[in-house]
């Protein structure tokens, strides 16, 4: 019997359906979980996944609302117990509004943020890289990746610039919270593959025990090699099993099977 | 001079309806929560007047059908109110040309831009100094990246 992994839906969530498919594809056995399930039902999830979208329309701010949800006391007692937890995007910064990352001095509470995009303060859509910034084994979605790994994500946001006080800032670096920075298709990490200002070009946090991954851009949109953004694409034009192979986003939710069977 | 200019919903506020329902729920007991969007601005005293009516004039700003829009005696928050804005947003003095939705704002050297909740206990009487401060550390404000002005 496959992993169970509940992707979650919030009134506003809209990526659940691709969120879905990738898990499938890594071999995850993911349902769909509405805001009103029963919290016993959602507790028996092996794993849970926060997919993007704008969830209760991103009132107050982004994840202010949904990270107060009668469903996050579930999400809350499995990451407690040390059950895989993967938010994208939307998913990412209730995570971080919920204190379930980075959760410094042990602390679930909001210490982070992910702010308006610097410098214009504008929604941005583009297609970036990410890089694992800590050892594999730090974070147990990447545990099974090659160190260094580089993954290819769109973004897709408005606000996704870490923010917080430089102190934390300084301590997230060096408690090795940041587990993806922003880079180029090469790897290499520099100021111009950073789409919105964040702190350190982080792409992604996790927690201190490292079952928590809130990632902002989306592996789930580049996935197949139809949502590629290269040459691939191209040559894969007209060959349908060519276009319907796996690309590189796929690698995290293979990371994700991989943690939830470990 | 300083001029704080208001706009509010004349419509029902979907929005501090919704951040009531979850204030409640995580045990602040208020009555009623107002929310509006805050423009305080550092305004030459001769454009002050003209800086109101291009507000007035700017839709994505102002909507006649929906919106209510005054200048507010006060340049802070008054009781059961917390303005919150980000931390390094605004457009402090000497930050070049000001403009709002790319409308310019002649005379205007500095502007500030909040999110202010008006907090209510029963009897429509404002929130006490202890129930703003539990809402605005339970939901209002995150303090990662935005300031709470009360």
């Known amino acids: 019997m496959s992993a169970r992994v509940a992707v979650l839906i919030f009134p506003g969530t809209n990526s659940e359906e691709e969120t879905v498919r990738a898990c499938h594809a890594a071999g995850l056995g993911a349902e769909l979980v509405h805001w009103n399930a029963d919290l016993d039902a959602v507790r028996a999830f092996d794993a849970y996944v926060l997919p993007g979208g704008f969830a209760y329309e991103d009132r107050v701010r982004a994840g202010a609302i949904a990270a107060h949800d009668r469903l996050m006391t579930a999400v809350r007692e499995g990451a407690a117990a040390g059950k895989p937890v993967l938010g994208i995007c939307n998913g990412a910064q209730i995570l971080l509004e919920s204190g379930l990352a980075p959760e410094l001095d042990g602390r679930v509470r909001a210490q982070a943020g992910f702010a308006r995009n610097a410098p214009l303060g504008k929604f941005r859509s583009t297609h970036v890289h990410v890089k694992l910034a800590v050892a594999p084994e730090r974070c147990a979605i990447t545990a099974s990746l090659p160190g260094g790994t580089v993954l290819p994500c769109w973004a897709s946001h408005a606000e996704g610039r870490l923010a917080a006080d430089p102190t934390t800032i300084e301590r997230l670096e060096r408690e090795e919270r940041v587990a993806f920075v922003y880079c180029d298709a090469a790897g290499n990490v520099t100021p111009a593959a950073v789409p919105n200002g964040s702190a350190l070009g982080a792409a992604a946090l996790t927690n201190a025990r490292g079952n928590v991954l809130a990632l902002m851009p989306h592996p789930e949109r580049d996935a197949w090699t139809f949502m590629h953004h290269d040459a691939s694409r191209d040559r894969a034009r007209g060959d349908t099993a060519a276009m319907l192979s796996s690309s590189g986003g796929i690698a995290l939710f293979a990371g994700l099977a991989a943690a939830v069977r470990r | ?150």
């Not at chain 2, 007047?49 to 291009?54: A, F, H, Q, T």
Request: charged letters at 25%; one cysteine or more; aromatic letters at 4%.
């Open chain 2, 1 to 150: 001079m300083i001029r704080v200019i208001e706009v509010s919903l004349a419509i029902p506020d979907n929005e501090a309806r919704t951040a009531l329902a979850t204030l409640r729920r995580l045990g602040v007991e208020l009555a009623a929560l107002e929310r509006a969007d805050l423009y305080r601005c550092d305004v030459a005293e001769a454009d002050a007047d003209r800086l109101v009516d291009i507000l007035r004039a700017c839709e994505t700003v102002y909507n006649p059908n929906k919106h209510v829009l005054r200048v507010r005696a006060d340049g802070r928050p008054g009781p059961g109110e917390v303005w919150i804005d980000e931390i390094g947003s605004g457009s402090p003095p000497g930050s070049g040309p000001i403009s709002i939705a790319g409308r310019p704002l002649p005379g205007v050297v500095a502007l500030e831009r909040f999110t202010a909740w008006r907090l209510f206990s029963q009897g429509d009487r404002p929130a006490s100094a202890a129930l703003v401060s539990a809402a605005t550390e339970t939901l209002l404000c995150n303090p990662a990246f935005q300031k709470a002005t009360s």
